[in-house]
């Protein structure tokens, strides 16, 4: 396919998920929750184009020399869009870097993904609500969400496939900031491919802590698989969607919301995920 016909229907398949599945509604506030990667900049990229006028926020995970180019590769972006960038380093807001927290964890035998997920997600989840977006879109895009599917069901956690679909997260008591997936139904090497034809400035070498994770071991199993059943990852999400709505009703009675004690943000528990794992270190 051409390089401008491609664009052309990437685009289009963007534009088509974010109607169908109503990703944002007129008047919305959208943030995209950036990592200065490809699939997070696409994402940005597009709704600016689209005319939805989106903010980014990034955290800064302090990764090292991977954090501060993705940063700056960012803020050049942003600059040049006009788009208005908003910033927070993880260590400001937790006290800690990712590389000390993923370390601390392994010697509990978590992998260094484990606690990274749950902070980005509680202070993404805090920022945007207490900066009042109504939307955050993230970059995920179908390999993720075939992944997260795949993972869900060989580890035997059916109930998480609820929070997946074009639209997670949950609206309840307007504790959540609902999450959107506007690159759901597009595969990463598709995304690649449009970020290097329109030139964006990012760093495609995945994160220095992601290798030997879970997550990357069953990546390489559905490339597999996809190599052999051209179309499978696409039929996993479409099955999802098609399955979300009892998925939710099942799973929607398991633990009621409440306020986390020490935050505030929403918990199923008395202190939530994050907070429980930020106690370890005082
Ligand atoms: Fe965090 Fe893991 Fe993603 Fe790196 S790969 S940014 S450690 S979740
Ligand atoms: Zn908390």
């Known amino acids: 396919m051409k390089d401008t016909v491609f664009i052309e229907s990437f685009e289009e398949r963007v534009k088509n998920t974010i109607e169908k599945y109503r990703l944002i509604e007129a008047g919305e506030r959208v943030a995209v929750a950036c990592s200065g990667g490809k699939d997070s900049t696409a994402a940005l990229y597009i709704l600016d184009k689209l005319g939805y006028n989106p903010d980014a926020v990034i955290i800064d995970l302090e990764i090292g020399e991977y954090s501060g180019k993705n940063l700056e590769n960012l803020r050049g972006f942003c600059a040049g869009k006009g788009i208005k ?13 990712i ?17 990274c997920g749950i902070l980005k997600r509680w202070l993404l989840n805090k920022m945007a609500r207490e900066m009042g977006f109504d939307k955050v879109a993230t970059g995920h895009n179908l390999d993720d969400e075939a992944q997260n599917i795949f993972m869900n069901f060989v580890q035997g956690n059916l109930g998480f496939c609820a929070g997946l679909g074009p639209v997670s997260g949950h609206a309840e008591g307007g504790m959540f900031v ?4 506007p690159l759901y139904f597009c595969p990463e090497e598709e995304t690649r491919r449009y970020s290097q034809i329109i030139g964006f400035p990012v760093v495609y070498e995945p994160c220095p802590l992601s ?16 190599a052999a059943m051209p179309g499978a990852k696409r039929n996993m999400a479409d099955n ?9 009703r099942q799973y929607k009675q398991s633990g009621k919301m409440r306020k986390c004690r020490k935050c505030g943000e929403p918990s199923r528990s008395e202190v ?3 907070c429980e794992l930020l106690g370890r270190w005082g």
Request: with cysteine.
């Open 99 to 115: 590389p000390f927290i993923s370390a601390a964890m392994s010697r509990e035998g978590f992998g260094p993904c484990h606690a």
């Open 272 to 274: 939530c995920r994050a």
């Open 178 to 181: 609902e999450r959107i997936k």
């Open 85 to 97: 960038l908003h910033a927070i380093s993880i260590k400001d807001a937790v006290g800690h870097t």
């Open 240 to 248: 999802l969607v098609a399955m979300l709505p009892a998925l939710r």
């Open 211 to 226: 290798a030997d994770t879970f997550r990357t071991f069953i990546k390489g199993e559905l490339d597999n698989l996809e």
